[in-house]
């Protein structure tokens, strides 16, 4: 089995793991030879910059403790590709990814259109979904919104919009102004859309939403954040006080989406289930993941992408709440896409600890082009050493905050792989 899905990874990987090429027109030919399963399906569309995943994570959980069938649909994958596509939480199976990469890579090369490796696993997903009867899709936008693949879906039920910040200058453009307007290219005429009244973006989309006569949903939870005990716990609006396994400050602004999102969804998607909404989100609360994504380890570790200058921020800001008697050491790498001379900036201190790390990828930040930019003592470190500091119990005098990429994360815990 192992060697039928590398075949199959191969072909999603023959022009690399960075080529993008954004458009509708290739994956609306192949879909509409599949007969276009998106039309099948009811779909949740999410775009943004941050935060994206978060939202998502915690969206299906809630719905999947309804009693629902979840399709969720997520990029970037962290160790596998299976990781993209989910129903209920659980990975696609390698065997699974591998027939269907076979069989679009058949169509679209029997038609002489080239998908990119997005396009290829957004049709796996549609026609996953479709095949296994989902109740509902939660669909993450790739990269933007208006030409992204996943902006084929021409009806959602619903989309959210989260935080939007500088990223993707290449592509996005230079500007939030800029930046909003594509994301905002995800919204349909008259489906309502979640977006909080504090994203950066807010007027532009606010402006387009009116344009196409959508219900903008904008109400204000009261959401507040404790830590005690290595413990994260939430209060809405008042009312008693749950586990949260999500950490970040961000996060407040994330369930607020995923709390009207699903106020709206009570009207339509789930209006003859029978629920106690109360004890569906305390133990969604508890029990929702999302890896490599301050993911606190051991008690000593956090593990974060911070691949953005908005997330850098929003990660030391986390850190100064969280643990701000903790003596913090970074292992740090970047790739050179991202602005990791703006990045390192906001967040370091003088006080911490750094140590880089280059790990094996086209795109990787060289340790010298760091070192010339970081003006503070550094040290090198190579991959064994961060496993050992990770598995390290007695470490916990002492926080380790592993960030800069996924890719990186990846690399470091590549033996989690799946046999």
Known sequence: MEEIFQKAINILNKNGKF??????????????????????????????????????????????????????????????????IKINNIDIKKEDLSELIFKIEKVSKEN???????????????????????????LETGLG????????????????ITSISIDHKDRLGNTIQQIAFEKAGIIKENVPLVISKYNQGFNVIKNIAVQKNVQVILNENDI????????????????????????????????????????????????????????VLKFSLKNVKWDYRFQFLNNHVILDGAHNFDAAI???????????????QFI?????????????NV???????????????????????????INKPLKIINKSQVIN?????????????????????GEIFEEKKAA
């Open 19 to 84: 080529y993008i090429e954004l458009g509708l027109s290739r994956i609306e030919k192949v879909l509409k030879l599949f007969n276009n399963p998106q039309e099948d399906l009811k779909i949740i569309h999410i775009a943004g910059t941050n935060g994206k995943g978060s939202t998502c994570a915690m969206l299906c959980e809630l719905l999947k403790n309804v009693g629902l069938n979840v399709g969720l649909y997520t990029s970037p994958h962290i160790l596998s590709y299976c990781e993209r």
């Open 112 to 138: 002489n259109t080239h998908l990119t490796e997005f396009e290829i696993l957004t049709v796996a997903a549609f026609l996953y979904f479709k095949k296994e009867n989902v109740d509902v899709v939660i």
């Open 145 to 160: 919104g208006r030409f992204d693949a996943t902006n084929i879906v021409k009806k959602p039920i619903l989309t959210i």
């Open 224 to 279: 507040k954040l404790n830590f005690k005990n290595n413990k994260n716990y939430v209060k809405i609006n008042s009312n008693e006080e749950y586990e949260f396994n999500l950490l970040g400050l961000w996060q407040v602004e994330n369930l607020n989406l995923v709390l009207n999102a699903f106020d709206y969804l009570k009207d339509n998607l789930l209006k003859n289930i029978n629920y106690n909404q109360q004890e």
């Open 314 to 328: 929003k990660l030391r800001k986390s850190l100064d709440f969280y643990f701000k008697d903790k003596k913090i």
């Open 332 to 344: 740090y790498g970047s790739l050179n896409t991202k602005e990791y001379e703006k990045i390192v």
């Open 347 to 373: 967040l370091f201190t003088p006080n911490d600890d750094i140590f880089l790390y280059e790990f094996n990828c086209q795109n990787a930040v060289k340790v010298k082009d760091l070192e010339r930019i």
């Open 389 to 409: 500091i990770i598995n390290d119990k007695k470490e916990d005098e002492k926080l380790t905050i592993i960030c800069g990429s996924f890719y990186m994360l």
